[in-house]
């Protein structure tokens, strides 16, 4: 009898590739000339990135300058939740955080649609903010993520513990 092959699907960001980006995207906006007396600026605030610059048009390009960094290091920009220029005094800002893990919605969605689209006899479980999809046949599996890679999802996904 053949033993179960599995994998899980999961939705991660690499924290230190991300530093990097933030970090380049820095520097890039305290040497650029556009960006010389605006004030502007890039940084961690806990878990969260906040940008700051003097006019809103300044804090979108402080933001678009650091999705370019990110799709530079690899980072999908769908794991990026940035949220809309706010006044703040004399500054706008903009606030933006790193989307990890699979919710509970987006995972039974998932699973549905593994269940709908993919081949007979696979199975996805959910485990926390990871899903383990499983079957008898490896290339069943190939198939699945397949699948998944073709479906137009809000999440980065990457597919680990292939065994």
Known sequence: MASE???DVVSKVDRQEADNALNQAAKEINSRYDFRGTDASIAW??????????SEDRVKAILDVFQSKLVKRGISLKSLEDGEPYPSGKEYRIDASLKEGIDKDNAKKISKYIRDEGPKGVKAQIQGEELRVSSKKRDDLQEVIALLKSKDLDLDLQFVNYR
């Open 5 to 7: 092959s599995s994998f």
């Open 45 to 54: 605030t806990g878990e969260a990135i906040q940008m700051k610059a003097v």
